[in-house]
């Protein structure tokens, strides 16, 4: 009996002591993190500018490619990866800042700011043709086209491009598209409204150029595999099979600056697992890692650690109507009180512990800038933040407006750890700080969600939204009365008119409009209370210090790889 | 046997009709639209992708197209997960490691399970026993992904012997998450094999060939494991479809590109025909082997009859 018995202590102290090492990895050093500033990552202190002799990057994907083709492309992955393995009119920049890339230069554009005619230059696809005007008239048309089925190309276009919403309602032929090849080297754009972030929509990867004779000829096989697609971009794809957990990207010769291009080869994994994602950086096998909830925590003061500033928010929607009769929440008190009575900076700092910060906003910080280069957050500042007396005295107010002591709202979240746990977080600040509140927590998959919004079928909801282009209008289109996204009863004749008039009369008044932008921000979190800014995402990885100048971008494709090196591994 | 099997085949084709049917609808009434992009998507542009997939057509005529299709061999094609790409070259792609690493799993699995049990059961209430039992008892109750992440970090990470992760080196990647799949089996069949080697080595007929003579080796294996292998035959056949068709866990810990997580994936994102497709994929496996068990208790047993006539 007694060997029994120890025998049943030994496997157990065995047992746990191999899985608390397992868990107790990395994070052995001390020193300052590195940080980046939302562009080219701050990790060259060996930038000696001498190149290794070899140029591959080892990098993971948490995901694999749902599809290359840019009509049909809506997720990050693939907007990555076309980011590098194709150009369109233009390209984010080191700085972010949109430049000309098949462009030969700045087009012209007509005084009303409705035509812009593009020079293309002399560039080739990866099978040695040249990329012409056509290839992105016939690319746009294909993406707006209701018979593509493209999720991005009339959400992109209706109502800027000019006639794209007719032809995405199938009301107009795709050859009365706005967009024109006066020869092989001349593109003209015709819009509907002067766009004023036009030329950052052109880096978008919906407005990728398309070979039309390849395309035909690949038929159902275009885009399903590497070897069926054409590339003009810094690198080709190569290795990918179609729906498999690897790839790789190789320097394209016939890229047009091919000479910048410094990495030869870049290998792509999908690692979904963030555990092993470390184990492989670890190893010396991957180069980069995303680090999560509880590894962002344990790296936090890694020296090979770095912050990405995503331009992503995430806000509570306050749904105003729910099966047909209002809910609590159309009080514009209850409201308001539920926006201040919950403590930001906590959630960032103890629940998400990646960098990520407290969103008194809506438009993210660090994301667009007026022409003097003045950040957007700095004319309109901060709304709404965290008061947790101010919210008892609206919360009260409101009670009493509704003649009720007590209020049960459904918040409806994700279904991944960390919204779980964000959300509790925010339960029990709501019901800590608001006598009376209850919450009841809902946790559901994605497309779940995204049917219970479309029928309003929730009273306060956790989402967030990252921009398609870098202006404000990407956040603030969202709420205007009868959009897609405004699942909410929510409608401000003056919100909706200060919108209209940013899109329409405002276009060429970039001071004016930055003001209409600004003022529709405040009334739509700070009057109205509408929705309440949460917290704006960091992202968290780890880098090898030899890795070099990896661009990351605020929208489109994340990752610029057309500029980085390595230097100081061997 | 072979009008036994000619009537199971009748029923498994029968059976497998009535899991595609049953699954088709139960697919129909999840929550959620296979359109990943519902938010971006005008009413027009829905219906227009709604049409391409055949999502529109009133459910009886989807579920007549889907069974004609399948008839043929046609799984349909991915909506949102892989757009456009076929289910049947997904599920091909993709079934060559999980079956292999579920194989590996199972034969390491069994095999050990067995000799740790038949010795616990010779040498029973012996430090050897004891420690059969607990190896068992630590394989069923430690989910797999704690293995596969203490093999992972010690043998790949550590002491570097293995891969960490990744499907490229060969055999050599399939050795961890072999041996991650291979505890539950092992642990199982350990367990079964001792108890019924116990009773078998108790019973009657094992004391009059121990008194005719018989070697340990002759009452350990000809009468005593041969009887034991019936109950562990049951367990193991459909616990060899479970791993053979994939573990979400450890195929996710090694990024391992396997069937089982993009399953699990098609049911989160409702991309129908990979729901459906990997459902009859793994219902064909799961009555094969159910068959394959069936005839093995024969061949085992020879008094077990197949076809229901009067044993003589």
Redesign the interface.
């Known amino acids: 009996m007694k060997n029994s018995k120890l025998f049943w202590l030994l496997g157990l102290v065995l047992v746990l002591s191999a899985f608390l090492a397992a868990c107790g990895g990395g994070g052995e050093t001390t020193t300052e993190p590195s940080e980046t500033d939302g562009n080219t990552e701050k990790t060259d202190e060996k930038a000696s500018g001498d190149l290794d002799s070899v140029q591959e990057l080892n990098l993971m994907e948490t995901a694999e490619i749902p599809t290359m083709d840019s009509a049909l492309a809506e997720d990050a992955v693939a907007f990555n990866i076309m980011n590098n393995v194709n150009e369109g009119l233009y390209r984010l920049n080191q700085e972010n800042i949109a430049e000309p890339a098949m462009a030969e230069s700045e087009p012209e554009i007509s005084e009303d700011g409705l035509t812009y005619t593009f020079k293309l230059r002399d560039a080739n696809w990866s099978d040695g043709t040249p990329v012409t005007a056509q290839d992105f008239v016939f690319s746009w048309q294909r993406a707006v086209d209701p018979a593509t089925g493209s999720p991005y190309g009339p959400y992109m276009m209706a109502g800027t491009i000019k006639n794209a919403a007719a032809i995405a309602e199938g009301k107009m032929d795709k050859a009365e598209l706005g967009v024109e090849a006066k020869d092989e080297k001349t593109l003209v754009v015709t819009l509907e409204r002067p766009v004023p972030y036009f030329m950052s929509l052109m880096a978008f990867g919906t407005f990728l150029p398309q070979k039309e004779a390849f395309v035909t000829e690949k038929g159902k096989a275009y885009a399903s595999n590497s070897d069926n697609l054409l590339y003009n971009g810094p690198f080709v794809l190569t290795n990918w099979d179609g729906t498999g957990l690897t790839w790789s990207m190789e320097k394209n010769p016939e890229y047009w600056d091919a000479e910048t291009v410094k990495l030869d080869k870049v290998n792509v994994d999908v690692v979904k697992e963030a555990g092993t994602g470390l184990n492989l950086y670890d190893s010396g096998e991957k180069d980069r890692a995303g680090l999560s909830g509880e590894y962002a925590m344990q790296h936090a003061d890694n020296p090979e650690a770095v912050r990405e500033l995503e331009p992503t928010v995430f806000y509570l929607k306050f749904n105003q109507e729910r099966n047909g009769e209002k809910t609590p929440l159309a009080n514009e008190n209850i409201r308001k009180a539920i926006s201040l009575a919950y403590n930001k900076q906590d959630l960032v700092d103890v629940v998400l512990a990646n960098g990520s910060l407290p969103a008194d906003f809506l438009v993210p910080t660090e994301f667009s800038f007026d022409e003097e280069k003045k950040d957007f957050r700095e004319v309109n500042g901060k709304m709404n933040e965290f008061n947790a007396e101010e919210a008892k005295k609206y919360w009260e107010t409101g009670l009493k407006e509704l003649g009720v002591t007590e209020v049960t709202l459904e918040m409806l979240g994700g279904d991944t750890e960390l919204s779980k746990k964000m959300d509790e977080y925010l339960k029990s600040q709501l019901e800590g700080n608001l006598e009376g509140l209850t919450i009841e927590l809902k946790a559901v998959p994605f497309a779940v969600r995204l049917e219970l919004d479309e029928k309003q079928d929730y009273d306060i909801q956790n989402s967030g939204w990252g921009p398609d282009y870098q202006d404000p209008m990407t956040f603030l289109d969202l709420f205007v009365t009868g959009s897609a996204q405004n699942k909410m009863s929510y409608s401000n004749p003056e919100f909706d008119k200060l919108i209209e008039q940013a899109k329409g009369e405002l276009a060429l008044d970039p001071a004016a409009r930055w003001e209409a932008m600004a003022k529709a921000e405040k009334i739509l979190i700070e009057e109205d209370a509408t929705i309440s800014g949460i917290f704006q995402r960091s992202v968290m990885s780890l880098q090898k210090p030899y890795v070099h100048d990896i661009v990351v971008h605020p929208f489109g494709g994340d990752y610029s790889y057309k500029w980085a090196y390595i230097s100081g591994k061997e | 046997m072979a009008r036994y099997i000619g009537k199971r085949l009748i029923y498994m084709v029968i059976t497998l009709a009535l899991i595609a049917t049953f699954t088709f609808f139960l697919m129909k009434i999840l ?12 009413p ?2 829905r219906a ?2 709604e049409e ?1 997939y055949g999502l529109n057509d009133p459910l009886p005529i989807q579920y007549f197209n889907y069974m004609f299709g399948l008839v043929q061999g046609d799984l349909g094609i991915s909506i ?6 076929p289910v049947t ?2 599920i091909l ?2 079934m060559g490691p999980s079956a292999q690493i579920g194989f590996q799993g199972m034969l390491i699995g069994t095999v050990i399970g067995i000799l740790l049990g038949m010795i616990a059961a010779l040498r029973q209430n012996t ?1 050897v026993d ?2 059969s039992t ?1 190896v068992a008892i ?1 394989g069923i109750s ?1 989910p797999s992904f ?1 293995f596969a ?2 093999l ?3 043998f ?2 550590k002491l ?1 012997w293995f891969p ?5 080196d060969g055999f050599m990647s399939s050795v961890l998450p072999s041996i991650a799949l291979a505890m539950f089996p092992l642990a199982t069949a350990a367990r079964f094999i001792r108890t019924e080697m116990i009773e078998v080595l108790g019973s009657d007929y094992i004391t009059l060939a121990k008194a005719k003579g018989a070697s340990g080796s002759e009452i350990a294996f000809k009468h005593a494991f041969r009887n034991a292998l019936i109950p562990l035959i049951t367990v193991l056949g459909p616990m060899t479809v479970g791993i053979l068709t994939g573990s979400l866990v450890v195929e ?4 391992i ?1 396997g069937i089982g ?1 993009q399953f699990v994936k098609s049911i ?3 991309d129908f025909a990979i729901i459906m497709g990997t459902t009859i994929f793994f219902s064909v496996f799961l009555i094969v082997v159910i068959l394959i068990v069936d005839i093995l208790y024969g061949i085992i047993d020879p008094r077990i009859r197949l076809s229901g006539g009067k044993s003589s």
Not at chain 2, 252 to 255: E, R
């Open positions: 929550p959620g639209s296979p359109i990943a992009s519902a938010d971006k998507l005008s027009e542009q227009v992708v391409a949102n997960q892989f757009k456009g790409a070259d997904l792609s993709r430090w004891y420690s607990l630590i430690i704690v992440s203490l992972q970090y010690w790949g990470l570097e960490v992760a990744l499907w490229k996710q810990i090694f990024a590109p997580e989160m994102v409702n």
